[in-house]
């Protein structure tokens, strides 16, 4: 991957106290206290996702986004929250607190999963609350080495990286990596297959010729994808263009004009297949996501 490690070093505070460090592009931060904070802490806004993992549980903390108040409440031991970085958020600690936040940008996520041979359009489902034992142990696993950064090891923090990316997006990115290699692609049409269909989600182009491309059969072609990537390529395709329009959604253009750069036939037939992927309007959920926008789901950051 390319990652190294570099320190950004340890900040000793009255309260709360903050360890950081960083392996390339990924950045980790232990911040704990065993009072409240006084005030409510800015999270800085970055083109990333934020993935906060609870390494004890709280009794209380309030959360805006965007200036409005998302959640109040107490979070158990390994749960595990999952944010948009770009939106601004604030977090205010009521009681004694320890978590791990990874900031995770989201060319790194799309660039782990083109080195291990997917090629889909990765974005994390953002959501707050969940217990994830996994996620837990590897911030656990890091906690030596925020406490020592000079003594870090960097092949160390890089599998932890590769953990933590593939354990990422196979339970919350929707990648799929088969057990049992029988009746799959080969990895040099896995590639091909993705990247083509990547390069043409706009545009008009026959399954039968990406068969050909592949040196299958249509019938064989379709059924070796689907043990390769748990779906058709006719899903596969649709899941790329809801993830590509959930991307266009965030910046300054109509939503007839995603829906037509993404590949639907018009805005109403984007509306259908996106409502039926995701279970809100492409309407709804650019209120919901928009920096400042109006309106979030409870996360617990």
Not at 212 to 236: H, Q, V
Not at 245 to 262: F, R
Request: charged residues 25%; neutral net charge.
């Amino acid at each position: 991957m390319g990652l190294h490690e570099g320190l950004s070093g340890t900040r000793h505070g009255t309260d709360p106290t903050v360890k950081s460090i960083a392996s390339g592009d990924i950045s980790v931060t232990r911040t704990y206290s065993e009072r409240s904070v006084l005030d409510a802490a800015a999270i800085p806004r970055a083109e990333a996702f934020g993935v906060t993992v609870q390494l004890r549980g709280f009794d209380s903390q309030r959360l805006w986004r965007g200036g409005e108040l998302v959640y109040e409440g107490g979070r158990p031991k390994a749960s595990l929250a999952i944010t948009d970085l770009r939106d601004q958020w604030r977090c205010h600690q009521l009681s004694p607190f320890d978590n791990v936040r990874f900031d995770i940008p989201f060319a790194r996520l799309r660039a782990f999963a083109e080195e291990v041979g997917r090629s889909e359009y990765v974005a994390l489902s953002c959501f707050g609350g969940r217990i994830d034992p996994v996620m837990h142990g590897l911030a656990q696993a890091l906690l030596p080495s925020l406490d020592n950064p000079e003594e870090a090891n960097p092949l160390f923090l890089e599998q932890i990286n590769l953990a933590m990316l593939a354990h990422l997006s196979q339970t919350y990115g929707g990648l799929h990596f088969p057990v049992d290699k029988k009746g799959t692609l080969a990895p040099w049409q896995e590639r091909l297959a993705t990247e083509f269909l990547a390069a043409h989600f706009n545009k008009p182009f026959s399954t039968g010729d990406l068969a050909s491309r592949c040196e299958l059969s249509r019938s064989y072609f379709n059924k070796a994808f689907k043990e390769s990537f748990g779906r058709t390529p006719s899903k596969w395709l649709t899941d790329y263009r809801v993830a590509r329009a959930k991307e266009l959604l965030l910046q300054d253009l109509s939503i007839a004009e995603v829906a037509i750069d993404c590949g639907f036939a018009d805005q109403s037939h984007m509306t259908r297949v996106f409502t039926g992927l995701t279970g809100e309007t492409p309407a709804r959920f650019r209120r919901k996501n928009r920096p400042f926008g109006l309106g979030s789901d409870p996360l617990g950051v």
